[in-house]
């Protein structure tokens, strides 16, 4: 699009130079036909959207990024004064939706909560715990957005839920890994506030969008499972794992679940704290999971996921009052309800736009020629103020919505206790003896997949990754080439099948 906006810019461009027209033009805001000036303000601001969308800005200066990318309302509303309400109506729909949404996102996520606990790890990951209300559902691997107002009041970032609504009525929890100016200002943050004293520790004041997630659980309903998870990217399995595990028996999920772990340092390990219930009794009623955990970067003799769960004793733990804001985290409305909210605002656009056509363009024996008398900006403008009211009319409505919830408040949430993991007994040992820990070196997925094919044979089998993109392409490279399940004739298949899904949340 901007391509060709730009060669329509300069070609026309050109064609007033060669006529000596250009300066004459460029500056004409004329009251009928394409307002000139209104278009070469929609280009210059498409061009530097265009610029700062580039990888190499986009990657190394996200800010500049985001915020540049907010001039997309000067780009829309000069666009609508050049190309005329005709013109705009074709992409009026999408338009219209996406402010819908916008305005109600940000109603949403207007009222601060507060973090009700949180934890830190050895390798500077901090684990924060919300309030949500019991009646919030979302589905294995959902996002939330969270901006924190001590750290800044501008930025929103999203990351994987962990806990499973099914097993969490009144919490929340995500895992964030200190890797950027925003996630250490956040350790660092909650590390001050675990040195203070119990008395003098604060609520921590947190803004919270979401959770957005799939919506439905079919990439899970396999026989079997193969996670592979690089890093940070064992966050959205974790939210899978709690919620298999907290299933009921009658519900048709995977029944044998393998996980495949890569970090670099064995610090990083401690990511899988939430889980270690399950590692620990690794054969539940509803799976049975199995750990193979490699180590890329360091190499110790004689360290197994027994000493390494031994390490869990460095988290430290903070507990804070909820005192700074009575309001649980509730999510988004319901489809019903948001789709009663579009359909409540078009039809307020519309009358609105007949209301002002009617008023300030007033139609008469001879209505084209009053139309046409009245300049097109004048038109462009009554179209801009419908647009506007029937937002803020819905926006009003949204606001009512979420005011009934506020009034409930923040129910009483009854402290979960870590209690420290007992590795004495023999049949915990035995249960960890069947995990795996390997030490320099990276996983061999040919080799992973092979074994898994001995273990189920006859089964469906899906495969999860989420981390590097070199991890993920060794990973479909290995599914496609195990893969045997596509067989001539009518006979019972007898070997795997692996269907390939791929976690992806950057950008």
């Known amino acids: 699009m901007i391509f060709f906006a730009a060669i329509h810019g300069a070609s026309t461009c050109f064609v007033w130079g060669v006529s000596h027209h250009i300066q004459k033009e460029i500056w004409k805001w004329q009251s009928t036909g394409r307002i000139y000036l209104a278009g070469a303000i929609t280009l210059v601001t498409g061009l530097v959207i265009y610029v700062t969308s580039l990888p190499q800005i986009r990657r190394m200066k996200f800010e500049i990024f985001y915020y540049t990318h907010h001039l997309y309302t000067i780009f829309l509303v000069f666009f609508l004064f050049h190309g005329g309400d005709r013109h705009f109506y074709t992409v009026f729909g999408g338009l219209f939706l996406f402010s819908l949404d916008k305005l109600l996102r940000v109603i949403q996520s207007s009222p601060r909560t507060c973090m009700v606990s949180a934890r830190t790890f050895p390798s500077k990951a901090v684990e924060i715990i919300l309030p949500k209300d019991p009646w919030l559902k979302y589905m294995p691997t959902s996002v939330i957005f969270m901006k924190i107002p001590a750290i800044s009041h501008l930025q929103w970032h999203s990351f994987s ?83 298999l595990n907290s299933s009921s028996s009658k519900s048709r999920y995977p029944s044998r679940i393998h996980l495949v772990y890569v970090i670099k340092k064995a610090q990083d390990f401690c990511l899988l704290h939430p889980i270690s219930h399950l590692l620990v009794n690794h054969s539940t009623e509803n799976c049975h999971l199995n750990l193979k955990l490699f180590v890329t970067q360091e190499t110790q003799a004689g360290v197994g996921i027994k000493e390494l769960l031994n390490e869990f ?3 430290r733990t ?50 084209n020629s009053s139309k046409q008398k009245a300049p097109s900006w004048i038109v462009d403008l009554l179209l801009i103020a419908a647009f506007v009211l029937a937002l803020a009319c819905n926006g009003l409505v ?28 023999a049949e915990i040992r035995n249960a960890l003896e069947e995990h795996e820990v390997h030490f320099g070196g990276r996983p061999n997925f040919e080799d992973i997949f092979g074994m898994f094919q001995e273990e189920t044979c006859g089964s469906n089998i899906g495969v999860l990754v989420c981390g590097p993109e070199s991890m993920k392409e060794s990973v479909a490279a290995a599914c496609r080439k195990e893969s045997n399940c596509f067989k001539f004739g009518g006979g019972k298949r007898t070997e795997p099948c692996f269907a390939f899904h791929s976690l992806n949340f950057t950008l």
Request: hydrophobic letters at 40%.
């Open 313 to 315: 004793s460095k988290v």
């Open 398 to 425: 949204a606001i009512l919505l979420r005011w009934r919830r506020l009034k409930k408040g923040i129910q009483p949430i009854s402290e979960k206790d870590m209690k420290p993991l007992d590795l004495s007994s």
């Open 161 to 243: 839920i962990i806990s499973s609504s099914r097993a969490e009525n009144q919490t929340m929890s995500v895992i964030i890994k200190s890797e950027g100016w925003w996630t250490n200002s956040l350790y660092d943050l909650i590390q001050a506030e675990i040195e203070k004293g119990a008395d003098k520790r604060k609520g921590i004041p947190v803004a919270i969008e979401g959770p957005y997630g799939p919506a439905s659980l079919d990439f899970l309903k396999y026989d079997s499972l193969l996670l592979v998870a690089g890093g940070s990217g064992i966050t959205p399995f974790l939210s899978i794992l709690e919620e």
């Open 318 to 367: 903070l507990q804070l009052d909820t005192v700074c804001a009575n309001y649980a985290v509730h999510g988004p409305e319901s489809p019903s309800c948001m789709a009663a909210i579009v359909g409540m605002s078009s039809i307020i656009f519309l009358i609105f736009l007949i209301c002002f056509n009617h008023v300030i363009i007033p139609s008469g024996k001879h209505s």
